[in-house]
Structures are given as structure tokens and as C-alpha cells.
């Protein structure tokens, strides 16, 4: 393995990381404004239990996804940052209200209403743009005049390739985060939550394999070159649906845990993570050895050999530290049935 | 405004909105833990109080800071490409290592403050401690990148290609260790003035509850002693990083002091403005020698000055202001701490008179004000560089326009925020008023 694949590798593990674990966070901010009026069902207060601790921590993946970028493909830095001023403002901008509005609406619950609502807007604005990322690396939407990079708003947003994208990424937010919060209450064996986030699932999934096809269909006419590359790796987006039927199925399998209950949420949950997994290396494998195509390669933008050198001792070292930290925080938050089941204090 | 100018107003707004909330972040913990340390030493369960609210302050001003942190850290990429294509080959280590220091602070910090009762105190030491750790090494490592601008080793610049890159001589330049003690100094100093000013405006309000001012009287006086020895030694370490300008970056040093004629037994001048017509600086206070003496110890020593550099490469000559209200905030603050010590250790008052209360209510805004012209300062000193004479900021700015509207609506942001802030910290506080928590015996 070349340098630069380890780089780009550490790279995708960070982003796909992100993506789980934001998807979470953005769609549980949304569904706890859907059931905020529904205080019976206890929905809103499962998400915002799941979501309180765990945004911070989502949050420093992405700086750690920048600083990945910047140190790792400097020469590609230099067009990203070009090309992505203003999604990327955009994007700062609505992390930030996102963020600093889940943490007042906890302390201040004179404007919680306003501020659920902002922070369930926001859960769906965010990753439409976040996503939007990709379709711009496909290099249609660049246009490079006298050297000078800039990004074609107009044609990224006439383009059925990026709302096939923005579709994927809001269906998937909603069916990951459902997923997820199905799992978490079923651990905290609040049924009615249960049963509600069990049934979102199972309306979203079909619609976030729909998506997902839609991308593949629109970007046959868009970016043939990824296309082409992507179906030459046809068994991982195989192993990819074989997965998502079996998150499916597993969520119709009565239930260990309770007797005429239904579904496993915890296996589906893993499967579907998998099938992300499967799906996103096949489209990642097939988009290499291009960062922005076809004019920035993982080559090309390649940070200085020293210095990546220098970055992956500090990586293995930093990562052994810090592994105690996560699973120290995994055992209190999603492990402790204290917490998870605890009505507030 | 030219494209630069905007550039650098946009990314310096957002510094100066973010690093109010990162020294409070770097200083606010020290402070808890502090306290967490006093109440297991004391078992006095009124500094555990002090602990717990202000723990739901810090989470609250976290809550700003990470996402302007965040904000910042991208637009660096997204404003300055060209710089950051550089850092990335050069500089990289600092950014990457503080992402651990971040990933630490966040850990522990929501297990402190979600799992608090749950864990047992030595864990919530242990945690406490961590997110100290974690929030000074983010700052130690981000003003790393900070000194590296100023004084760059590491790496040559030979026909528009980076050559002989040695990242971690990059990492220890020279102005790192001196650069970043002050920054972490100075924020401990204003985390404990901001308590003291907290404490002595609740104090003044609170003039007919013993209670309540014997509570506020504790967080006072461990906010002023802790604020006057980090004052002493933010003045002690300042004095460091002016020699450090002497010998690696004179003609900041020059700028700083309005000094345009190369001398020796140079004069240090206080207050006025420079004036580059004139090249003079007027309305000043003139103390013969002392620049020389404070730049080498010596009253020999030859400090350079403007007039030795094409003028292109003066840095704007209004740093001098910024710098004088620097040091003149950082010295009215160490006073403070001092007069107070005197009045209650050696005059043995334990009252001390409105006046000096009122002037204790001004030290936190004083300190944060500090914070943002030295900042201000040694960026704008640093100009016309991004890479002190390696790279100019012109050269590695985006070729993006439009930035004239983002700079709006990143501001109005700001401006937003800052009001959220303030009425979310005032709801809360008034919901949980300091009477429902105090033990009434003494």
C-alpha cells in the first residue's frame, strides 16, 4: 500500500465514521421535533438522550475530517477550499446554530420549542449540503478559467445527480437515526418509543434504497467514469442490498427480549452500518485514485513524505490514548442501562 | 475594501468572536477544577456549588465555542488556501495532534457534565483534569501554528517548491514555547478575573444576605488570587515574547514601540500615536533607555528600527496602540490583584470599600479585552505576512469573490450568538438562583 492510500484510507474511515455517527445526531434532533408534541410516548426524550452527550464528540470528526484533508492532500486544499467557500459557509454556518441552539434549549427551557425546531431544520438542511460534497468532486460542476477554480452553482443545482444525492443523504439520515433510536429504546425497553421509531424504519428504508438507485441512474449520464468504476465492483453494492434485506427481515424476526414483541433492532442496526460500509468503499474505490476529477489526484495533492510520516506516528499514538477515552464514553452513555433508561433525574 | 482587506476582516471577525469563548473555555475549567480541588481539601460543600454552576456555564459557553472553533478551523482552508497548502506540508503536526487534545476535552467534558452523578469523585477529578488538559494543549497547539507564522523553520521555499521539510523542527520554532505559555497564562488569568468579576457584582447586589455574600466572597477571593499570580505571570512571560520579537521579528517590535531610527539607549514610549509623517509618536510618555534595557537587558543594546525596512514590509503603525492597551490592561489588572492582597492580608479588612468592588467588576471584560488587542496585535504586527518573509497574505488568499456577503452573514451570526448567549446564561441563572442550593447553617 502507497503512502497515499493509507492517507486517503484513514481518510474515507474518518468521513464514513462522520457520516454514521452524524446521521444519528441529525436525524435525532429531527425526529425529537416530529414527537415533541406527543410527551406520552417518551420519543422526544429517547433522542435527546441519545443526542446530549454524543454531539460534541460527532462534532470533532469533522474538524478531524478537515484537518485530514489539509494535512494529508494540501495540494487538493487549496481547490476544496477554492470551490467549497460558500456550501462550506453555508454548512458552518448551520452547524453552528445547530449546535449552539441543542445546548441552550437544554439550559433554557422557556425557548425550547423554537429551538427544537431549529435544531430538527437544521438535522435535515445540514446534510443535504454536507453530501452535496460529492457530486462536486465528480468535476462537472468545476470550471477552471485562466487557473482560477470556481464552482458552478447554477449547474450543481439544475443537476438530478445532486438531488438524487440530497435525497439519499435525508433519507438516510432519517432511516439510520430511526434505526438507531428504535435500538436504543428497545434497550431502554421504552415499548411506545419503540414501536414508533420501529415503524419510521421500516416506511424510510424502501425510500433510502430508491434514493440510492436514483444516484446510480443519474450518475450513469453525469460521471460515466465513476459509473463504470462502480459496477465493476458489482459484488460489494450486491453485498450492500443482500444487507439492507437483512436489516429488513431482521426487523420483522419476533424479539428475544420480549415476548409478542417484534424485530431485532440491534442486528439490523449492525447490518445496515455494514451495507453504508459496503456501498460507500465500492463508490470510494471507484472515485481513486481522483480526489476532484480529473484534475486533483490522491497523487498529486499528496502532502510532503516527511511530514506524513511525522502524521502517522502521531495518529497511531494518538488513537491508542484516546481508545480508553471512547470506550470508557460508549460504556456510560450507551452501554449503562442507568443512563439509558433513566427518566431525568 | 480591497479583496484582502475583506479576507482578513472576514477570518478576523470570526478570531475575535471565537477567541472569547476559547479563553474562557481554556480558563473556566482550570477554575473548576480548582474549586473541585478546594472542596475535596475542604469539604467546604460551597466550593462543590461553585463547581457545579459554573460547569453549567462552561457547557454553555462550549457550546459556542466548539462550533466557532469549528468555524474557524474550516474557514482557514476555505480563506487562506494558499497558506494552508503550506501548513499541510509543513505545519501539519500541531492541527493533527490537536484534534486528540479535542477529542479528550469533548470526551470527558460531556461525562462530566451528563455522567457527573454517576461517576465516582476521583473519576470526576480525573475527568475535570482531562478537560483542563484537552482545552490547554487545543490552545497550546493552535498558537503553535500561530508562532510558526511568525518565526518558520522547518522547510525552504526554492523556486515556488517546498523543500527539506522536517515537520517536527517546524513544531519546536522558536517563538513556540515563550508564544504559547502566554497564551495559556493569560487565559487562566482571564478565567479567574471573570469569576472575580462575576462574584463582586453579586456581592454589590446581594448587600443584605450574609449567605449569599459569604458564597461570593469565597469565588472572589479564589478568582483574584489565582487572576494576580497568573497576571504576574502573564507580565513575566510577556516580557519574554518582546525579546523574542527583538531578536526574530525586530521590525514588529518596532512597530510596536513607534521606533523608526536604528539606536541604542532607545526610548520606550507609552500612549500616543505614531505618526509616519512625522515618524514620530505623539502625545507619548518618553523613558529614555528603557526599550534598549527591556529588549536585551542591556541599555547598550541596539534596538532596529521602521527606517530600516522598505517600508512595503511595515506592518500598520497603529499596533502600537493595540500593544500599549495590551500591556497597560495587563499591568491595571496585576495592580488590582495586588492592592486587594495588601488590603486583606496585610490590612487585615475583610470588607473591601465599593470603589475597589466596582473596579474588581471591570477586571473579567478588561481581561477578554486584553486577550482580543494582543490578538489583534500579533497578527496585524505580523503583516504584511501570513509566513513571516515567506509567504505574503495577498499570496494566499482564495480567488473566490463575493466574500463581502459572507462576511455579513457570518457576522450577524456572531452578533446573534453573542445575544443568545447572554439571555440563555441569564435564564438559567435566574431559574436556579444561588438561595435553593445553599445550606443555611455557615
Not at chain 1, 415503524?199 to 443519474?218: E, N, Q, W, Y
Not at chain 2, 478537560?131 to 493552535?142: M, P
Not at chain 2, 541599555?299 to 517600508?311: A, C, K, M
Not at chain 2, 482580543?372 to 482564495?398: D, H, K, N, S
Amino acid at each position: 500500500m502507497t503512502d497515499e492510500l493509507i492517507a486517503i484510507s484513514i481518510l474515507w474511515g474518518f468521513i464514513f465514521i462522520y457520516a454514521v455517527m452524524a446521521t444519528m445526531d441529525f436525524g435525532a434532533g429531527f425526529w425529537s421535533m416530529v414527537y415533541m408534541n406527543r410527551p406520552q410516548t417518551k420519543a422526544t426524550k429517547i433522542a435527546n438522550r441519545y443526542l446530549s452527550p454524543t454531539w460534541e464528540v460527532t462534532n470533532v470528526f469533522i474538524v478531524a475530517i478537515v484537518v485530514a484533508i489539509v494535512s494529508f492532500f494540501p495540494g487538493a486544499t487549496f481547490m476544496l477550499g477554492t470551490i467549497l467557500l460558500i456550501p462550506g459557509s453555508i454548512i458552518l454556518l448551520l452547524l453552528t446554530i445547530r449546535s449552539a441552539f441543542l445546548v441552550f434549549s437544554h439550559v433554557a427551557p422557556k425557548y425550547e420549542k423554537v429551538l427544537v425546531y431549529i435544531s430538527g431544520i437544521s438535522g435535515l438542511l445540514i446534510p443535504a449540503f454536507l453530501i452535496s460534497v460529492l457530486p462536486i468532486t465528480h468535476g462537472s460542476f468545476v470550471e477552471t478559467v485562466n487557473g482560477v477554480s470556481r464552482l458552478r452553482l447554477d449547474r450543481l443545482f439544475t443537476s438530478p445527480h445532486e438531488y438524487a444525492f440530497i435525497a439519499f443523504a435525508i433519507t438516510s439520515t432519517l432511516f439510520l437515526s430511526s434505526l438507531l433510536l428504535a435500538d436504543y429504546s428497545n434497550e431502554a425497553n421504552e415499548i411506545e418509543a419503540y414501536t414508533i421509531y420501529h415503524r419510521d424504519a421500516l416506511i424510510i428504508g424502501p425510500f433510502a434504497l430508491l434514493s440510492s438507485i436514483l444516484i446510480m441512474v443519474t450518475m450513469r449520464n453525469e460521471a460515466r467514469w465513476l459509473y463504470d468504476g462502480m459496477m465493476a465492483r458489482w459484488p460489494w453494492l450486491v453485498a450492500s442490498v443482500i444487507l439492507f434485506l437483512l436489516a429488513g427481515g431482521a426487523l420483522f424476526l419476533p424479539s428475544w427480549k420480549r415476548k409478542n414483541g417484534r424485530g431485532m433492532p440491534r442486528l439490523a442496526v449492525v447490518a445496515i452500518v455494514l451495507q453504508y460500509f459496503c456501498a460507500s468503499y465500492a463508490y470510494g474505490k471507484a472515485h481513486l485514485p481522483y480526489m476532484i476529477y480529473p484534475n486533483m489526484t490522491i497523487e498529486s495533492g499528496f502532502t510532503h513524505p516527511n511530514t506524513f510520516r511525522a502524521l502517522f506516528a502521531t495518529y497511531i499514538v494518538g488513537f491508542a490514548i484516546l481508545f480508553p477515552g471512547f470506550i470508557y464514553f460508549w460504556r456510560l452513555f450507551m452501554k449503562d442501562r442507568r443512563y439509558v433508561a433513566n427518566d431525568e433525574k | 475594501m480591497d479583496h484582502v482587506l475583506t479576507a482578513r476582516t472576514l477570518f478576523g471577525t470570526t478570531m475575535a468572536f471565537h477567541i472569547i469563548f476559547a479563553t474562557l473555555g481554556v480558563g473556566i475549567p482550570f477554575m473548576i477544577l480548582l474549586a473541585e480541588l478546594l472542596y475535596q481539601k475542604t469539604k467546604d460543600s460551597d466550593y462543590a456549588l461553585m463547581a457545579n454552576r459554573w460547569t453549567k456555564a462552561l457547557a454553555i459557553l462550549l457550546g459556542v465555542a466548539i462550533p466557532s472553533g469549528t468555524i474557524a478551523g474550516v474557514q482557514l482552508s476555505l480563506l487562506w488556501p494558499g497558506f494552508m497548502e503550506v501548513i499541510g506540508k509543513v505545519m501539519a503536526l500541531p492541527f493533527q495532534i490537536e484534534i486528540y487534545a479535542f477529542f479528550v476535552e469533548a470526551l470527558f467534558l460531556s461525562i462530566y457534565v451528563y455522567a457527573a452523578n454517576r461517576i465516582s469523585p476521583t473519576m470526576r477529578i480525573v475527568s475535570l483534569t482531562f478537560v483542563a488538559i484537552g482545552a490547554a494543549a487545543s490552545a497550546i497547539l493552535i498558537t503553535n501554528v500561530h508562532a510558526f507564522e511568525g518565526t518558520p523553520t522547518g522547510f525552504r521555499i526554492e523556486n515556488g517548491q517546498i523543500v527539506d521539510v522536517d515537520p517536527w523542527k517546524a513544531f519546536f520554532n522558536p517563538s513556540f514555547a515563550v508564544t504559547a505559555t502566554h497564551v495559556v497564562l493569560s487565559a487562566y488569568m482571564t478565567g479567574a478575573f471573570t469569576i472575580a468579576s462575576i462574584s463582586a457584582y453579586k456581592m454589590l447586589k446581594n448587600k443584605h444576605n450574609e449567605r449569599i455574600q459569604l458564597f461570593h466572597k469565597k469565588a472572589l477571593m479564589l478568582g483574584l488570587t489565582v487572576g494576580g499570580v497568573f497576571s504576574l505571570l502573564t507580565a513575566i512571560n510577556g516580557h519574554e515574547s518582546a525579546q523574542l520579537l527583538h531578536e526574530y521579528q525586530p521590525e514588529k517590535l518596532a512597530a510596536a514601540e513607534g521606533l523608526f531610527e536604528t539606536q541604542s539607549h532607545a526610548p520606550l514610549v507609552i500612549g500616543g500615536f505614531t505618526d509616519r509623517e512625522t515618524q514620530t509618536v505623539k502625545w507619548g510618555i518618553e523613558i529614555p533607555w528603557l526599550l534598549s534595557f527591556l529588549a536585551g537587558n542591556r541599555f547598550d543594546t541596539i534596538v532596529v528600527g521602521l527606517n530600516d525596512f522598505p517600508e512595503e514590509w511595515w506592518p500598520p503603525l497603529f499596533v502600537h496602540t493595540l500593544f500599549n492597551a495590551m500591556v497597560g490592561i495587563g499591568m491595571f489588572l496585576l495592580l488590582l490583584s495586588i492592592v486587594g492582597f495588601i488590603w486583606h492580608r496585610i490590612r487585615k479588612q475583610h470588607i473591601f470599600p465599593n470603589w475597589f468592588m466596582w473596579t474588581v467588576v471591570t477586571a473579567g471584560p478588561l481581561a477578554l479585552l486584553g486577550i482580543e488587542f494582543g490578538w489583534i496585535f500579533a497578527c496585524t504586527g505580523r503583516q504584511p505576512w501570513v509566513i513571516y518573509r515567506m509567504m505574503t497574505t495577498a499570496e494566499a488568499v482564495t480567488q473566490s469573490t463575493n466574500l463581502g456577503t459572507l462576511f455579513l452573514l457570518f457576522t450577524s451570526i456572531y452578533v446573534f450568538l453573542l445575544v443568545a448567549v447572554v439571555l440563555v446564561l441569564r435564564s438559567y441563572f435566574r431559574r436556579h438562583p444561588i438561595e435553593q442550593h445553599l445550606p443555611t447553617h455557615m
